[in-house]
Nanobody
Framework: QVQLVQSGGGLVQPGDSLRLSCAAS????????MSWFRQVLGKDRQFVAG?????????YADSVQGRFTVSRRDNARDTVDLQMNSLEGDDTAVYFC??????????????????WGQGTQVTVSS
């Protein structure tokens, strides 16, 4: 059984930075990668970014391209970070990490993912 534990998040002002982390336990050897989604109340989960487990390939939503960076940690290979810079009000959401054997790191469809983190609130407000 795969478990994903998230950390990070909180309340920041526009223009600030935050880092989210997701630590996986269990067997992820057959998972192509890990992705981040976000969800605003009343709306579907939206793909944010994804990274291959090898760390060589990444994918980003247009709305975060150039501001967010997703990476696999070198000294903790089962941990993926989402570095969020130049945060905007529209980035306010609950953020989830996700993985699964059927989900490529660039999959935008949340139904492709089998395992999800517990979610963490990110609020960007002045």
């Amino acid at each position: 059984q795969v478990q994903l534990v998230q950390s990070g998040g909180g309340l920041v002002q526009p223009g600030d930075s935050l880092r989210l982390s997701c630590a996986a336990s269990g067997d992820t050897s057959n998972h192509p990668g890990m992705s981040w989604f976000r969800q605003v109340l009343g709306k579907d989960r939206q793909f944010v970014a994804g990274v291959s487990w090898g760390g060589s390939y990444t994918s980003y939503a247009d709305s975060v391209q150039g501001r967010f960076t997703v990476s696999r940690r070198d000294n903790a290979r089962d941990t993926v970070d989402l570095q969020m810079n130049s945060l905007e009000g529209d980035d306010t959401a609950v953020y989830f990490c996700a993985t699964g054997p059927r989900a490529m790191y660039y999959d935008r469809d949340s139904r492709a993912y089998d395992y999800w983190g517990q979610g963490t609130q990110v609020t960007v407000s002045s």
